[in-house]
């Protein structure tokens, strides 16, 4: 049995399969799937964006937490002399003792 | 589905964009028909073919935002149901050697009738053959299965079968040799095993 021969067996084979009556079965969705399919499909959609938050989230954490490690850091030496800055400053005039003495 | 000319896709697809669930519910309804006969043309063994239809229809929805209709919406959902149809293929074993005790008697007939060319055929046969052709199929990888299939048994071309599936033209050419040379091998050893 050569190739010829087998091919023509398979040509023989399919259309003989072709001329099978065709499928009878109702082809309609059966009662409740498109409900089901349209639900599924948007509870699926709604799923991703929140797992996409429940993602981004813990990163987002951690990023602002170094952020503020970073400025505190940053800014430290300017924090010390602010605050020594206002304890080495000599109290002024007082404005209301100055106000009624004037008076 | 086709022919159904009062059904308006453009604006369902622009209310199921919009998350209208009813409009959802309309557009499965109207494309279940098409996709279910390609499910049953398709559908691997020990796969039910309500879930396969679901996971059609909820990869449909999940790239909706991607039609872009450069292609008719029917051809774009056919494309995705081939396409789940052959990941379901591939991931099913392979049925083990086909062996002529396999056959049921009708089938046996059949393929003893086409060998020895007799013409003399009816409906039993015609459904003996094709339960026979499957048989066969089965025994292919799943996109040489798909694409001898789609040419021979659908007689689609092979243009056609391109946009069904994403494969080229010359893939879908060398798919279709690979699946007859394995064709030719399965009849040589049906007919070997018969003699024996």
Request: proline share 3%; glycine share 4%.
């Amino acid at each position: 049995m050569n190739s010829h021969d087998t091919r023509q067996i398979w040509t023989r084979l399919a259309a003989l399969a072709r001329r099978a009556p065709a499928d009878s079965r109702d082809d309609s969705a059966p009662l409740g799937f498109a409900t089901r399919v349209a639900a599924l499909a948007f509870e699926e959609s709604e799923r991703r964006v929140a797992s996409l938050f429940e993602m981004l989230a813990p990163r987002a954490l951690w990023i602002a937490a170094v952020l503020v490690v970073a400025s505190v850091l940053v800014n430290y030496s300017s924090f010390g002399l602010s605050a020594g800055a206002e304890d080495a400053a000599p109290t002024v005039d007082d404005p209301v003792a100055m106000l009624f003495g004037q008076s | 589905m086709a022919d159904d000319q009062s059904f308006d896709l453009a604006g369902c697809l622009e209310r199921v964009r919009k998350r209208d669930q009813a409009a959802a519910r309309e557009l499965v309804e109207h494309l279940h028909p098409m996709v279910i006969r390609i499910v049953r043309s398709h559908l691997p063994r020990r796969v039910s073919e309500e879930d396969l239809t679901q996971e059609i229809f909820l990869k449909m929805f999940t790239r909706i935002e991607q039609y872009q209709g450069a292609v008719p919406f029917s051809h774009w959902v056919s494309r995705i149901a081939v396409t789940t149809c052959i990941d379901h293929l591939r991931a099913q074993k392979r049925r083990p050697e086909f062996r002529w005790a396999d056959l049921s008697e009708n089938e046996a007939d059949m393929l003893d009738a086409v060998m020895t060319n007799e013409n003399a055929v009816d409906t039993a046969d015609a459904l003996a053959a094709r339960e026979l052709v499957y048989k066969l199929l089965d025994q292919l990888r799943p996109d040489d299965r798909m694409v001898i299939q789609l040419l021979d048994l659908e007689q689609k071309t092979i243009a056609e079968i391109s946009a069904l599936t994403g494969w080229t033209g010359s893939l879908v050419k060398v798919r279709a040799f690979r699946a007859r040379r394995r064709l030719h091998k399965l009849f040589q050893e049906l007919k070997r095993k018969e003699g024996s």
